[in-house]
Structure formats: C-alpha cells, structure tokens
C-alpha cells in the first residue's frame, strides 16, 4: 500500500510564544498539533522577542511526533510581515491565520509564503495553511475560504471572537455558535479539507468537557483545540475510532489496493463508489488507531 | 551592529534567562554571567553569547546574563532581541537565508 503521510489533528494545542517554559512543556503532552502562538498569547511589547524566540524553538528545538504549526498575527496588523519572515524561515508544517474573512486574505498570505519559500529554497506549496474562522464574515465565507488555496488543509471555529463578533452570550451549551460550527464543517467537507471544532473553555469540568467533545465528534470534526493540557487525553479518547470503524477503513484501502492490481479505474465496495476522500479518511481512522496504540496488522476484517 | 542604549530581554522564570546590554565605552565585549548552573554550562551559555555577538557584528557591549536553566536556543533568541533592541533596528531575516 503507498505511504501517504497523514497529519492527525485531533487535539490542537497553543504554547505562547512569550514563554521559553510553556514551550518546552508543551512538547511533552500528547497534542497531535502544537502551536507557537505569535498573536494574542503575546502582549505588543514582547512581539520580536516572541519572534525570535519561536523561531529558534521550531528550527533547533522542534517535536519530531507532533504536527508543528506558528500562529502569526492578524492579517490587518504590523506585525504580519515580519512574522511571516521568520515563520516561513523556521520552516513549520504549517501556519495558523487568524480572523479569516475572506479568501483573498488567505490567497495574499500564500503568494507572501511562496515568495520566502522560493528565496531560501524551499518547495514552494510546502507548508500548509489552516485559517482560524472568528467572526460571522468568516462563518459566511467559510466556503470560499475553505476553497481558496491548495495550502489550506483545515479550518478551525474560534468562539470567543465569533461571539463578540455575533453580539451572543457565549454559554457552556454553545447553542450560540451551533450554526457556525456546522457552517464551517460542511465548508471544510465540501473543500475535503479538516475541520476543527472550539475549545471548552471551563478546564475544570470534565463532564462539560466529555460532552462537548462527544458533540463535535458526532458533528464530523476531525478534532478540538485544547485550553489546557489537561484535556488532550479526554479530547483525543473521543477521536479515537472504534473497531466498526477500523475494520471498514481496512476494508476500503483494501478494495482500493485490489483495483489497483486489477488496473480498474473504479472501486466499489457494498455495491457504493469508493472516492479520494474515502480512502483518505480511511487512512485517518488508521492513523488515529495507530495513535490510540491500536494494532491494526493482520486484523480480521 | 552598534549597541546604542541599554536594552534588556527575557525574565526571570524558569527555563529562561534576562539579557541586558548596554555599550561599553569602547572597553570591547564583557560578559557577566550569574546562573546556577554555571560550572556545568558556564562556558557553554558564554561561547553562545560571544558567538551571536560576532554574527552581529557587536563588537563593544557590556552584557548581564542572569540564567534560570534557559536551552541555548533560548539564550540565542533573547541575545538577538537584545541587540536589535539596544541597536534600535530590526532583524534582517534574510541573514538566515546564509547560515
């Protein structure tokens, strides 16, 4: 079977680029995607220093098991320039836009990235893009964001902003942000690109937390981004798929090898069409397993 | 780069370090270092200021160094932010592009 890197984005975790020490720690959770933040973990005055300092941690000091992403600074602001320099530099897998609103702001920001990629060498289109959905344009947009740059590989919904943005009262029920997160999800499938859900604010509350996780997983998220590390365990427990689920991602990858050896140009199984995002979301529920510590070799399907 | 002003750069916290620099009169480079760890890595933290000094072409600064078990990449990032503060410009990213 050919080898397709799969880049799981179950639970997503900030580390401030303002703090050496959250950093370092961070590195140690079990986050699948760990994010250098440049925007609002870092007060105006400690932006180069933060610069500096996430620049330094991604090129010496990097995860080599978790997906590594820099969040850099509004589109809008003085900032961005100069964190896209050293950003692209650092050579990430990917850079976190925030406040997207509209799809040309992403396609500026990808010519920005390939000008640098193309000046220090790099493969141009090789570092991805997810762009943070905070505000009711970007949830009304959300389907030419998701569209607008082969970069763009997810999106993820922000609910603080979006509610400021709304004039809502953000609750722990989120009824308040339910038609955004299904917007941007059904946004995100149509593009075939990953969709991640809101944080639970409330760090003390399991429960609260289990259900909320539980909702976004029965929505179609592909994963959560986390507020504290304390709930990377619970977030990537519900993310894990369960064996129904595994034995039909073998199965599917397996039709798709058969055709392959058959030379067919298309590949059924149960009588249904098996597409590109099949197989792909086969080889995520794979993935997940595999991070779960689920042996799926040789199992009978 | 020529130190100008007195900056300073990073904290006291753990896994961190505070760097302030300041011109020296002339005087060439002198660093002052305090950290606990200092006589299993004293040279080492020494070796990454001096060598981030020459990368910039610092050549008189005075600097003070209090480590709280800061990784060298950390020392490196708080000693450019601390020149390019005390040199008032901003970094050229594209000297990356040459090492």
Redesign the interface.
Known sequence: MAEKTIHLKRTSLYASGA???NM?QAIFYNEDMLIYDLEDSVPASEK??AR??V???V???RPKDKYVCIRVNGIYSEYLE?DL??AV?ANPDCIRIPKVEYAREVQDISRRIAAIEE??GLEVGKIELICNIESYMGVINAMEIAHSDPRVVAMAVSAEDLTASLKAQRTKKGLEVFYARNAVLMACRSAGIDALDIVFSDINDKEGLEEDTALAKNLGFDGKTCIHPRQIDTVNSFFTPSMKEIKYALRVLQAVEEGKKQHKGAVTLDGGMIDKPMELRALTTLAQAKAAGIRTEGMVI | MEIKKPAV??TL????CQIVIRPNGGEGIEIELESDVAVMFGDSIRETIQNTLEEFGVKDAYVEIRDKG?????I???M??VI??GAEE??D??K??AR
């Open positions: 703090s050496p020490v370092i180069d220093a500096f300092l620049y330094n941690m090129k010496n000091h100069e320099q050293a530099r000046k220090i | 750069a990073g916290e753990s896994s961190d800061a990784l060298d990449c950390v490196k990032a708080r450019e932010c390019c503060r901003k970094y990213w594209t990356e592009d």
